[in-house]
């Protein structure tokens, strides 16, 4: 079991595995210490840089929120941490160790990559399967899990979202509530330390969005996972963050509490952008 993981109960983690590609590292960072750690993190296409010397912290049991203009960054950040994007310079450190430097992933990334869950706004389940087998997939062919054991996991998970009751459901007889609850189900799986949310409630309504909302503190409360969220949604973000970071134009502008970043900054960039999306 890992150093932080709540003992027993449905909740119980199972802890370390050997995976398809190798051995997990035990995760020993607690409640309120840095899970992720980037500095100086670089990257452009072509002549564009969309990151620019990004320094980004994440803590255990906070929920990160970031925001910005269309074209700031965000998504490259997380993509980056995710392991879908290689910055051209800067390093990234996972639970002390360093994943990413010299331009390349070091051997560690291969230890920690599975801790790691991704869920997009509009890249979600596979159609043609039902939940069951779009939850049971990556852990039968990742970590090789017996199909009784992935389908064991699959109702703990679902469970821990609300969404036992879906089993069988196809993606297409869900709404987008119930689909970005099964793509977080899916996302736990893994059991994941860091959960990167781009834009996962983009689609919902402000109740439905509410109940994921629910779901991910839920989550970083009792799991003690770190989690980051892009959205566009400013009061869904104040609701949300722990943290809230603003890039601006590659920059990472502002990192503050929500109460100083949404009513005390005195950043002209990020009042005129809460400006611009407030009504
Ligand atoms: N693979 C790529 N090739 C070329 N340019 C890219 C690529 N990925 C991102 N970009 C560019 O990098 C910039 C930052 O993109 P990014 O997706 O990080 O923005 P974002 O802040 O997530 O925006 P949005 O709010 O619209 O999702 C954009 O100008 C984008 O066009
Ligand atoms: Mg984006």
Redesign the pocket.
């Known amino acids: 079991m890992t150093e932080n993981a709540p003992e027993g109960g449905s909740h119980a983690r199972t802890g370390p595995v050997a995976t398809a590609t190798g051995a997990q590292r035990t995760i020993t960072a607690a409640i309120g210490e840095a899970l992720v750690s980037a500095r100086g993190l670089q990257k452009s ?2 002549d ?1 840089r ?1 990151m620019r010397n990004v320094d980004f912290d994440m803590l255990v049991g906070d929920i990160t929120v970031i925001i ?10 997380l993509r980056a941490l995710a392991g879908l994007t290689e910055p051209d310079d800067g390093r990234i450190m996972f639970d002390g160790e360093v994943v990413f430097e010299d331009r390349q992933r070091t051997p560690v990334w291969k230890e920690v990559d599975s801790y790691i869950g991704m869920i997009f706004q509009s890249y979600t389940l596979w159609p043609h399967m039902d939940v069951a087998k779009n939850l049971t997939l990556a852990p039968r062919k990742k970590l090789g899990m017996s199909e009784a054991e992935a389908m064991e996991r699959a109702k703990r998970s679902l469970a821990e979202v609300g969404m036992s009751e879906h089993l069988h459901s196809r993606p297409a007889q869900l709404s987008g509530g119930e689909r970005q609850r099964a793509a977080i189900a899916r996302a736990l799986m893994m059991e994941p330390k860091l959960l990167l949310c ?2 996962i409630t983009s689609a919902l309504d402000p109740p439905v969005a509410a109940e994921v909302l629910g779901v991910l503190r839920r989550l970083k409360e009792e799991e003690g996972i770190a989690v980051a969220l ?1 959205t ?1 949604d400013m009061a869904f973000a104040s609701k949300a963050a722990d943290r809230v970071v603003f ?1 601006h134009e ?1 920059e990472i502008a502002v990192n503050a509490t929500p109460d100083e970043a949404f009513n005390r900054s005195d950043n002209a960039e990020l009042k005129k952008f809460v400006d611009a999306v407030r009504f």
């Open positions: 296409f072509g564009r969309v910005g203009k269309s074209g700031s960054g965000k998504s490259t950040l781009d834009e892009v566009h890039f590659g």
